[in-house]
């Protein structure tokens, strides 16, 4: 599977974004997905993931209420809609899917994208 972030960009505090991961390669439909971001200087941290049939989602605290993770499986793309933005969702955001493994443990999944940079200004 080979996966392609885009959406990132520079918005204001409050602000909203909309995160796409495209995927290709094999049948996207079969793997789980899952964001994740990594800060300068910080450690890659968990953001929220989708179960392949999209029937079931987790979200780190951090972002519960704020960040919504969905899925088109006709168009090989998984969504990350942010909301609400704060400076400290400043990162590279990076999706990531794996056909059997999910949740927030970043080792669970086997393919990643190039991850996709948002500047949130306060």
């Known amino acids: 599977v080979q996966l392609q972030a885009s959406g990132g960009g520079l918005v204001q505090a409050g602000g909203s974004l909309r995160l796409s991961c495209a995927a290709s390669?094999?049948?996207?439909?079969?793997?789980?997905a899952g964001w994740f971001r990594q800060a300068p200087g910080k450690e890659r941290q968990f953001v929220a993931s989708i179960r392949w049939s999209g029937g079931s989602t987790y979200y780190a605290d951090s972002v519960k209420g704020r960040f919504t993770i969905s899925r088109d499986n006709t168009k090989n793309t998984v969504y990350l809609q942010m909301n609400s933005l704060k400076p400290e969702d400043t990162a590279v955001y990076y999706c990531?899917?794996?056909?059997?493994?999910?949740?927030?443990?970043?080792?669970?999944?086997?393919?990643w994208g190039q991850g996709t940079l948002v500047t949130v200004s306060s």
């Open positions: 990531a899917a794996d056909a059997a493994g999910w949740g927030r443990v970043w080792n669970n999944y086997a393919y």
């Open positions: 390669g094999r049948t996207f439909r079969n793997y789980n």
